[in-house]
T-cell receptor
Framework: GAGVSQSPSNKVTEKGKDVELRCDPI?????LYWYRQSLGQGLEFLIY????????KSGLPSDRFSAERTGGSVSTLTIQRTQQEDSAVYLC???????????FGSGTRLTVV | DAKTTQPPSMDCAEGRAANLPCNHS???????VYWYRQIHSQGPQYIIH?????ETNEMASLIITEDRKSSTLILPHATLRDTAVYYC????????????WGAGTKLIIKP
């Protein structure tokens, strides 16, 4: 597609359950990022994939969070044993050259009840 | 922590120029100034970036002071659709550096 696609757009899950969030980047974009945004806050960096390099996982808040990117395209962010503080909008972005800006998806709103 | 300071909110009349200030007094020589905006319930949108020269594109103009300690994003003819949170971010020119996001400025365009 023309933009970054994220699914689902909304997800409500029970505390303790695992969730998977999906990101389809723009075709050909080698850089892919995951951010999360709590209500009324700025974006918090989670993880960064660049080509075949090892991902930068420095932003992942705990070992319950993991992400993979298969074939250099689609990425999945997995949160295990979800907690209420995980509730946020999870945003994915991709870029051909990060120095020239990223393109963001519309995000997945995760609510843990 | 974000290296920029922005006013939390601003108003602007529709059709007028919106001037959004940003202070980045600790900016380093290799850091660029980036602007993004986030319209309600959408992902952020890249607007413009610059190093030391003024920049203009189809969306906005970026004016950076000579000492590079502050900048202004200018939307020349604001419309209601420009209502959004505007983020000013400084970042080295290096693909491996992330964007560090502050709270931004909530710009409200009034009819």
């Amino acid at each position: 597609g023309a933009g970054v696609s994220q699914s689902p757009s909304n997800k409500v899950t029970e505390k303790g359950k695992d969730v998977e969030l999906r990101c389809d980047p723009i075709s050909g974009h080698t850089a892919l990022y995951w951010y999360r945004q709590s209500l009324g806050q700025g974006l918090e960096f989670l993880i960064y994939f660049q080509g075949n390099s090892a991902p930068d996982k420095s932003g992942l808040p705990s070992d319950r969070f993991s992400a993979e990117r298969t074939g250099g395209s689609v990425s999945t962010l997995t949160i295990q044993r979800t907690q209420q503080e995980d509730s946020a909008v999870y945003l994915c972005a991709s870029s051909l050259d990060p120095n020239y800006g990223y393109t963001f998806g519309s995000g997945t709103r995760l609510t843990v009840v | 922590d974000a290296k920029t300071t922005q006013p939390p909110s601003m108003d602007c009349a529709e059709g007028r120029a919106a001037n959004l200030p940003c202070n980045h007094s600790t900016i380093s020589g290799n850091e660029y100034v980036y602007w993004y905006r986030q319209i309600h319930s959408q992902g952020p949108q890249y607007i413009i970036h610059g190093l030391k020269n003024n920049e203009t594109n189809e969306m906005a103009s970026l004016i950076i002071t000579e000492d590079r300690k502050s900048s202004t994003l200018i939307l020349p003819h604001a419309t209601l659709r420009d209502t959004a949170v505007y983020y000013c971010i400084v970042r080295p020119w290096d693909s491996n550096y992330q964007l560090i996001w502050g709270a931004g400025t909530k710009l409200i365009i009034k009819p």
